[in-house]
Structure formats: C-alpha cells, structure tokens
C-alpha cells in the first residue's frame, strides 16, 4: 500500500504543526481486504479505512481538510468528483479537549489496484505495479507551492514533493 505513506508525507509538509511536532500526527489502517478476480494477470485491490488521528490540535479544521481534499483529487478523485459520495467516505470525530485543542480522527475509505506482469528473467517470476490513479480532467494541477490562509492567520502551506 502507497497510499497511507504519501497522505502522511502530504500533511506533514502542508501543516506547520506537523512539521514542528510529528508525534502529534498517527495513522491507522483498519478494516481492509483484498478483492481479486481469477484472470491471465495477478491482480488485486486492496480496500480499506485509513484513520488518521491529529493529537492536541490547534489549528483550523480547514487547515487539515483543504489539504486533504487535494490530496483526494490527485490520489482518489472518484471520492471527490460526487458530493455524494464524499460525505460517506470521509468522515470524521473531533473530541474537545480545551478551548482551543482537540483530538480529530477522520477517516477515508480508500481503493489502490495492483498488478503483476512477468519479468524476462528467473523464469516464473513476475513484477508487482501499484497503479497509480489516472488524472482525473477536471482536476486542475497542483501548482508547485501553494498556502491556505483563513484572514491573516496560515492555515497550511504546501511544497509539492519533485517525486511525484
């Protein structure tokens, strides 16, 4: 599974907080399982809830889910392209623990699709492919650099990874 490890590398670029204090940042997968057809190429999908867990958080709730949105739009645009459908797969829980801190646990119901084909040599052995999700077209780029700013305070700011 990619997914979860580039979601964590996203939000802890685009969130200052995160940055300054990792451990406030967890991640879960629960509920997952493969589905798989029997056809010429070994190929599944792996299916599951991330749980991503902000610990003692006092930013804006914006500052996390605007960049969690982008995210969703490069990395799993079919929960984005229907308001619908987003209610159901993302959700969330937020326990106040002051007046300005809380714990917020949201989770994602998220799909990635692997392949194999065969290598030239052992005999037999084969390559494993984590397909990326297509670009979806009314998805405009991320653009290199970007902060989300709610009046004068910075929510987030964001430096695409050059990997990716």
């Not at 670029?13 to 493969?34: H, N």
């Not at 959700?91 to 290598?119: G, Q």
Request: glycine fraction near 4%; charge should be negative.
């Amino acid at each position: 599974m990619y997914k979860p490890r580039d979601l964590y590398d996203h939000l802890a670029r685009a969130l200052p907080v995160l940055q300054r204090d990792p451990s406030k940042f967890t991640m879960l997968v629960k509920a997952g399982g493969i589905r798989s057809r029997v056809t010429p190429a070994l190929a599944f999908e792996y299916r599951y809830t991330l749980q991503l867990m902000l610990l003692d958080y006092a930013g804006h709730p914006d500052g996390v889910m605007l960049p969690l949105l982008i995210w969703l739009r490069r990395h799993q645009p079919d929960l984005v392209e229907n308001s619908g459908a987003l209610a159901d797969v993302v959700r969330f829980d937020v326990d106040f623990l002051t007046a300005t801190t809380v714990d917020m646990a949201i989770e994602l119901d998220l799909t990635e699709s692997v392949r194999t084909e065969p290598r030239a040599e052992p005999e037999g052995a084969l390559n494993v492919i984590h397909i990326q999700e297509p670009p979806h077209p009314a998805v405009l780029p991320v653009t290199e650099q970007w902060s989300l700013w709610l009046k004068d305070q910075l929510l987030a700011e964001w430096q695409r990874d050059p990997r990716r």
